[in-house]
């Protein structure tokens, strides 16, 4: 997808919203009237389905050869020990032991090259049975542990698929959508709660259904094969994919991969994934988790008019609307808590005044996030000279995002120019009021927020809002 293709996937991903939209009134509005379903019971229950669905996305991708790998040898025990290892690695580390894992120095990030390792272990185990003791005697215990699990030769069933489970839950957290978001989010600055812990696991055991589907597809076929050298071909050849994978993962290469795959999805599908997960009566739930009482979201204000474009470069995008309403929603608040900027010195927004600033919340690790980035760097490469500020604001949402040296090489391997701030403790995502990555926030001339964007989409419509901004009187 080229930037320009927005106005249809808004258009697709909008359809979708208000089918989801329709399909929800219609359970929650009885239940509420009779007192049956508590709110929080609600955010569970869609917590799992979005958990179930997240399989359908195209971060998920590099878990499908990993899962089938790791179920093609060792019986039902194995499975049970896989989708187990995966449900308590995910929560353990993204919620409920993440500010203690990072404390101890185990950031996501190191614990991400121990799963690659030990999977890439099992799956050269897989497909080289008579390497496994060259491996255990030249590469160490980490690719032992790969090889041991594998259970080629011994059939280790349910510790072996305990530790694969925990090596793939560690490789799932970034593919998280905004439920999980808005869970790790409010972990990360108040610590762990009951209510962020249940949703995790509400979450996790929707998602462990596909895997654990796909872990037991791996194993049938494995006991389908009439002989034993078709079903020690099969095991190599998910031993090759396992290997391939964890390269790819390990390199950082499976990012390419996946954002090839999402633009050659059909428009509106990464909308139609998350739908559910956008509801307002989802979001409110969460809004209590994660910020202040009173702290509503910014995205409501009286409407007026933007002015027309004019002496300005030609636009992006093939066509544009006419005009995007603009809102009324206060002043923008100061940068606070940054602890790093990348790209610039520090900035203040009152010292941008008379430049139509736009702030964009983003994480190097979120995929959405990778998706709108030849967008927003679109922009502030056209609009730059005629007064367009960009700003990234990189507020973490896993462990491994909040090390400095890890948003540098980001940045640098992303090609993005312009400043980047670091606000690791979410001081400048809570002053905005945020609750989504990626969220676009359109500061006018006067330092006034007149339009706020979530997500994907709308590219055409954002930059039209940009466009206004930048004619109108300062």
């Known amino acids: 997808m080229q930037p320009g293709d927005g106005h249809e996937v808004e258009r697709r991903g909008e359809v979708d919203r208000a089918a989801w939209h329709l399909v929800i009134l219609g359970v929650i509005a009885p239940s509420r009237a009779s007192g049956m379903l508590a709110p929080m019971l609600l955010v569970l229950v869609f917590a799992f389905v979005a958990g179930v669905l997240t399989i359908l996305a195209p971060c998920a991708l590099p878990v499908i050869p990993l899962a089938l790998g790791a179920g093609s040898t060792g019986g039902r025990r194995r499975v049970t020990g896989l989708v187990l290892g995966f449900g308590v690695t995910f929560v353990a580390a993204t919620v409920l032991l993440a500010a203690t894992l990072a404390a101890l120095g185990l950031t996501n990030d190191g614990l991400r090259i121990v799963a690659v390792v030990v999977l890439a272990g099992a799956g050269l185990s897989l497909a080289v049975p008579q390497i496994e003791a060259v491996i255990e005697r030249r590469l160490g215990p980490l690719a032992g542990i790969g090889v041991r699990v594998a259970g080629v030769q011994r059939e280790s069933g349910f510790g072996g698929g305990l530790v694969l489970g925990a090596a793939i839950g560690l490789l799932w957290a970034p593919c998280v959508g905004p439920i999980m978001a808005g869970v790790i989010a409010a972990a990360a600055v108040r610590g762990p709660s009951i209510e962020t812990v249940a949703i995790a696991i509400a979450y996790v055991a929707g998602a462990a259904v596909p895997i654990g589907a796909i872990a037991g597809w791996g194993r049938r076929a494995s006991d389908a094969m009439r002989t034993l050298s ?245």
């Open 230 to 474: 078709a079903r020690i071909r099969l095991r190599r050849g998910f031993g090759v994919a396992m290997l391939v994978t964890a390269l790819l993962v390990g390199t950082g290469l499976d990012r390419g991969l996946q954002t090839a795959v999402a633009d050659a999805l059909p428009a509106g599908w990464a909308g139609a994934l998350i739908a559910i997960e956008q509801e307002p009566a989802i979001q409110e739930e969460l809004d209590m988790l994660r910020t202040d009482p009173g702290s509503a979201p910014i995205g409501e204000g009286p409407m007026v008019g933007g002015a027309d474009s004019a002496n300005l470069p030609a636009p992006i995008a093939d066509s544009l609307p006419t005009n995007v309403a603009l809102e009324d929603l206060g002043k923008a608040p100061e940068f606070t808590g940054i602890t790093a900027w990348i790209n610039s010195e520090p900035l203040r927004l009152a010292d941008l005044r008379g430049k139509v600033v736009l702030v964009e919340f983003w994480t190097f690790g979120c995929i959405n996030c990778i998706h709108v980035a030849p967008y927003v760097k679109a922009w502030e490469a056209r609009y730059a000279d005629a007064g367009l500020v960009v700003v990234g604001v990189h507020t973490p949402e896993l462990p491994f995002e909040r090390e400095i040296a890890n948003v540098r090489d980001a940045v640098a391997k992303a090609e993005i120019r312009y400043p980047v701030a670091f606000d690791p403790t979410f001081d400048t995502w809570h002053a905005f009021r945020n609750r989504y990555w990626p969220a676009f926030f359109f500061i006018d001339k006067s330092g006034q927020i007149r339009h706020v964007h979530y997500g994907e989409g709308d590219y055409d419509g954002s930059e039209q809002v940009i466009r206004q901004l930048l004619t109108a009187a300062g």
